[in-house]
Nanobody, 124 residues
Framework: QVQLVESGGGSVQAGGSLRLSCAAFGSDYSFYRMAWFRQAPGKEREAVAC???????NYADSVKGRFTISQDKGKNTVYLQMNNLTPEDTAMYYC??????????????????WGQGTQVTVSS
């Protein structure tokens, strides 16, 4: 059974950085697309970034220029480097993965595998 396990969350002050990791276990094949989503208290889950086949990257407008997604296909792991964090980035961050190439990369519905989430808290 495939499992996604996130790590790297924590508490930082505004302007700080964090690096999230998400490792996939239970699969002999690397995922074609992996992504990060987040959900703040009282808000709907939203897309943050996604990466296709370890190369093409897509970002939500709110994180462009501050966050970078990357994928190590050999380790079946996706990373999210988050710089210049603001309190508005406070949320539970989830990674997601799929072997499918159908649908928009930042669309939640295309992903069949999800992690349990890692909390990111940014204080002002």
């Amino acid at each position: 059974q495939v499992q996604l396990v996130e790590s790297g969350g924590g508490s930082v002050q505004a302007g700080g950085s964090l690096r999230l990791s998400c490792a996939a276990f239970g699969s002999d094949y690397s995922f074609y697309r992996m992504a990060w989503f987040r959900q703040a208290p009282g808000k709907e889950r939203e897309a943050v970034a996604c990466i296709i086949d370890g190369g093409s990257e897509n970002y939500a407008d709110s994180v462009k220029g501050r966050f970078t997604i990357s994928q190590d296909k050999g380790k079946n792991t996706v990373y999210l480097q988050m710089n210049n964090l603001t309190p508005e980035d406070t949320a539970m961050y989830y990674c997601a993965a799929t072997w499918s190439s159908a649908g928009t990369c930042l669309l939640q519905l295309v992903y069949g595998y999800w992690g349990q989430g890692t909390q990111v808290t940014v204080s002002s």
